[in-house]
């Protein structure tokens, strides 16, 4: 039989027999995520059905997630879960209205690891191969930005990294860096953290850094008026917090990775992993995952182990760099689910975890984290 037929059928099939599964854990993920409070203020019928809906979405990611991991232990842009064709056929077996409830998967190891640019916590000091990366991100991002130059690249990096390290008397990092003393200052005044950062959106507590630094306003003519439209990336759509290492340090304390997704990052991200003056192959390691048959129904090319050799030529040296830190497979996913009953809208995000159970060695989709947007 047909690989890519049996693969349908099989996904089919999965999806069908893990409605009841996925149905009965809303009633689970209700107690657990909402608690009575949240239940009360969802009194309304419909926004409550919506709620129900969006976790059912949620619950039936991690499913695909699940069975996904069965097959290999590579995670890729050519698989199920990140193909949102497929993911709608999936959400259409759950018998909701037509329309009603759109899902997505991202894999959030394609992103740079915020908290891997220092070595380790507790400590203070860079992790040369991020700082690298963090270099050439910005400097590719600022290029074209007559308001960003290398100045703003180094404040931003040596504030990170000063919010980040500890131990070292709150000593500031270049000419640019911040500690408490620059953010007490501040008003309203904060500490500096000294340590990882949990939430995304705690970037925008430190120096340098905003929301709306990766945008950039285009003009646009549809019909002979002329606008500003503002494009570009959230802070969210580059970096994670997420990465950090199981095992401890040599030193007793903790790390993250710092290995970047190379079948699931982004353009941009690909372009800051790769030596300075090769950005522009970036595009063409994209185009390479995603190459198809004529029919459009078969990838041509494997992302297996050390794939990149075929697209771009890097020196001994340069290949080593790279394969330092980049990986092929992913454990950390982020779910995005919205929902709708007639004018009620529920959106929600989770982060979950893909392990294997010790003991049974069967596979778990665990929510780590999970809030509405």
Known sequence: MNNSLKDEKGFALVVTLGIVAILLATALQLGKFTGDSVISSLADNDRFQAYQAAVSGINLARLILVEDAKKNTISSVQETWADQDKLKEAVETLGLEKDTLKLEISDELSKIQVNALISEFPGNLFNSSQL???????????????????????????????????????AITGLSGAESEYYLALDPPYPCANGPVNQIDELLNIKGVSGDMFKEEIEQDPEGNPDQVEQGMELSDVFTVYGLDSEKSENGGYRYSGRVNINTA????????????????????VDF???????????????????????????????????????????IFKIQCSSQKNDAKVSLVAFVKRERIKGSGKWNCRVIQMERE
């Open 132 to 170: 690298k990366i963090w270099e050439n991100f910005l400097r590719l991002r600022f290029s074209d930005n007559e308001e960003k130059g290398e100045d703003d690249a180094a404040e931003i990096i040596n504030s990170v990294k000063d919010w980040l390290d500890s131990g070292d008397d709150d």
């Open 266 to 285: 982004g353009v941009d991200v690909l372009a800051a992993l790769l030596p300075e003056g090769m950005d522009d192959f970036a595009q063409e390691l």
């Open 289 to 331: 995952r995603e190459q198809k048959s004529e029919e459009g129904t078969v990838f041509l090319n494997p992302l297996d182990k050390g794939w990149y050799k075929k697209v771009i030529n890097l020196s001994e040296e340069e290949t080593d760099r790279l394969d330092s830190f980049i990986r092929y497979g992913s454990d």
